[in-house]
């Protein structure tokens, strides 16, 4: 069973390897890939007669995340478009099935942390390479010529996403796992895991996108915390080391292979401006949202309704005229379906994931900031892009909430 449960994990989270078939939206194409993967599990469990469902209404996350889904089903009853939210619902449906099965196999089965942290580093090591891949075709076909290119495209570097800063914000969420490998293991282990956390990293310098930045300077933030407390967090010196020369190693790669028209990561952080311009119009697509929040506070549009309600504030544009499908902010966007009550419970599911996390951090204090680490990821993800729509990253956060909901309860049966 606990090789069928590592296994399953695995081909959760490689959900971005699927093949497109010829789709046009990959995303499609994903999901149903996750709902065959849950149909494949409970038919497994069910030979097994291993099915245990339980409802652990002790973890305010699992609460909340059902709280949620409720209330985007009590939507259909206000629902500018039905069949819009019935489609948005049933990606949730199917996630809140995956969450449900997910923390029953992680309760009901004994699993060691750093083997679901191994999981983590290949699906992201794997990815790293397919985004390098046309980085390692032109050094076989040309050798070091790209390095005397005015220029270059880092959308080349999108990898198996299929968008750059999807496949950026896919590593920095599974890059803490790599560091935490680092601080498990010793000797030819730790060199081994730093050449493939450098693999990780080296895609996100590289594609410099700024909301990844942003995320990768909180992860070394937080690591350098962690060093400078050795008395309170125990690391190894030479654990500590490590993950720090992944961070230089992969950014002077970076500086190595970008030519000097390209930014590299140090100037993008160091040049972001608090602008609409310089953020992509997201400034423009926060006031909107907001704007339609304040005028729907409660009763609002409907799941998954915001793509048809923001085309009334980008119809002025003319010839250039755009619905943006998302507010860049997963906050703001479930508020513009489900009134503020929807966005502020979103929000709180990952606030009560990080007070989990604080409270069994004495007790695993490596799994912990991990665990942490990785959702303050996927939370800077959350407020500046759209991860709810991508199933390669709800995947993700989906086994976090299970981990978090895990530990959580190994802490409090301690007590």
Same mark, same amino acid.
């Given at each position: ?6 296994l ?6 490689? /959900?971005?390897?699927?093949p497109? $078939? ?30 245990? &469902?339980?409802?652990?209404?002790? &973890? ?11 209330l ?6 206000y ?13 949730? $449906? ?10 029953? &196999?992680?309760?009901? !089965? ?33 050798? @070091? ?54 693999? /990780? ?16 300077s @909180?992860? @070394?933030?937080? !690591?350098?915390?962690l ?36 930014s ?9 401006? &608090? ?5 992509? !119009? ?12 304040s005028? !729907? ?7 998954g ?38 966005? $502020?419970i979103?929000?709180?599911? $990952?606030?009560?994931?990080f ?29 500046l ?31």
């Open positions: 069973m606990k090789y069928f449960f590592y399953y994990i695995l081909f959760i989270l490689s /959900i971005g390897f699927v497109v $078939f010829g789709s046009i939206d990959k995303a499609a194409v994903q999901w149903v890939y996750l709902s065959v993967l849950l149909l494949i599990g409970f038919v497994f469990l069910f030979f097994k007669k291993d099915i245990t &469902i339980q409802y652990h209404q002790d &973890i305010i996350s699992l609460r909340l995340y059902f709280i949620f889904i409720l985007a089903i009590f939507s259909l009853l629902t500018n478009n039905v069949i819009n939210s019935i489609h948005e619902l049933s990606h949730l $449906f199917t996630l809140l099935v995956l969450l449900i099965f997910v923390v029953n &196999i992680f309760f009901t !089965n004994n699993f060691k942390f750093h083997y679901i942290a191994l999981i983590f580093l290949i699906v992201a090591f794997f990815e790293s390479l397919y985004s390098l891949s046309p980085l390692f075709y032109s050094l076989y076909k040309d050798g @070091f010529l790209f390095t005397k290119a005015s220029s270059i495209n880092v959308d080349i570097f999108k990898g198996v996403a299929g968008n750059r800063n999807i496949t950026t914000a896919s590593l920095i969420v599974k890059a803490p796992f790599a560091f935490y490998l680092m601080y498990h293991y010793s000797g030819f282990k730790r060199v081994l895991l730093l050449i493939c956390s450098v693999f /990780i990293l080296l895609p996100v310098f590289l594609i410099t996108s700024r909301a990844a930045l942003v995320s990768l @909180f992860l @070394f933030l937080f !690591n350098f915390l060093f400078l407390k050795p008395s309170f967090f125990k690391p190894n010196f030479l654990s500590s080391i490590s993950v720090f020369l992944s961070f230089l190693i992969s950014y002077l790669l970076s500086v190595f292979i970008l030519p000097s028209e390209n590299n990561s140090l100037e993008r952080i160091s040049g972001i401006e &608090i602008s609409n311009e310089s953020s992509s !119009n997201r400034f423009e697509l926060w006031s909107n949202a907001l704007d339609h929040i005028n !729907n506070l409660f009763i609002s549009s409907g799941i309704n915001w793509k048809i309600d923001s085309a009334a504030y980008w119809g002025s544009l003319g010839a250039d005229y755009l619905v943006p499908y998302h507010a860049h902010n997963d906050f703001l966007h479930y508020a513009a379906e489900l009134g503020v009550i929807g966005g $502020f979103y929000l709180f599911i $990952f606030l009560s994931l007070y989990l996390c604080f409270l069994f951090f004495k007790k695993s204090l490596l799994i912990s900031f991990t665990i942490f680490s990785s959702l303050f990821a996927y939370f800077i993800d959350s407020s892009n759209f991860p709810y729509d991508r199933p390669v990253m709800q995947v993700t956060f989906i086994i976090l909430i299970a981990l978090t909901s895990f530990h959580y309860k190994v802490y409090k049966d301690a007590k």
